[in-house]
């Protein structure tokens, strides 16, 4: 079946320093992706739809300039937290959508998850 | 806005027992309805969906769930649960245009 790899699992890094967290679709190509955002405890927030050539569509309440997320091939989407500060650290997820079904309601794939601690 | 509720935080089951994970919802149109399951520190797995057509609907390791028009409901369900099927359950509901809605999530444990 379809596979959704993200890299890294876990990072940590300093205040103020930038990370990017990369999404790829393996063995079938993505020209939509989505990012989450999961707090402990808590469900997962849609943070944005990354599409493959053009600008991502962020939720409410997320700052693109923070989250900047690039979608520069059918495979790959990357979301770089720029300036991290501590109440950045989450788990953030990213997804692609079964390319066997073509409709909107077909299952979304996952990543396993990468887990952003900020000290 | 379309959205899904779990009033369920966690669920404890004993091995061998059927569970039940609660789920309702609230949609504009026909729902369109899923179920995922989340272990430690791990993405989400799909597990079944509601679309269109039977009211039960049959998914990946046994699990299956109803779909209630008249209660707003699409409860997951289990004949006989494994200490394995403890994990992280979300609900879910497709929203316009192309985004899924999940909800808080049940956490689904199995005592042996």
């Known amino acids: 079946g379809a596979v959704v790899s993200q890299h890294p699992s876990w990072v940590i890094c300093k205040s103020g320093t930038s990370v990017k967290i990369e999404c790829r679709s393996l063995?079938?190509?993505?020209?939509?992706m989505f990012w989450y955002r999961q707090f402990p405890k808590q469900s997962l927030m849609l943070m944005a739809t990354s599409n493959e050539g053009s600008k991502a569509t962020y939720e409410q309440g997320v700052e693109k300039d923070k989250f900047l997320i690039n979608h520069a091939s059918l495979t790959l989407s990357t979301l770089t937290v720029t300036s991290a500060h501590p109440e950045d650290s989450s788990f953030y997820i990213c997804s692609a959508r079964d390319p066997d079904f073509s409709s909107y309601n077909s299952p979304l794939h996952f990543g396993n998850g990468t887990r952003l601690t900020v000290t | 806005a379309q959205s899904v509720a779990q009033p369920e935080d966690q669920v404890n089951v004993a091995e061998g027992n059927p569970l039940t994970v609660k789920c309702t919802y609230s949609?504009?149109?026909?729902?369109?309805l899923f179920w995922y399951v989340q272990y430690p520190n791990r993405g989400l797995q799909f597990l079944l969906k509601y679309i269109t057509g039977d009211n039960l609907v049959k998914g990946s390791y046994g699990f299956e769930a109803e779909f209630n028009k008249s209660q707003t409901s699409f409860h997951l369900k289990k004949p006989s649960a494994l200490v394995s099927d403890s994990a992280l359950y979300f609900c879910a509901v497709r929203d316009i245009p192309d985004k899924l809605i999940f909800g808080t999530g049940t956490r689904l444990q199995v005592f042996p």
């Open positions: 949609v504009s149109g026909n729902p369109y």
């Open positions: 063995d079938f190509q993505a020209t939509t």
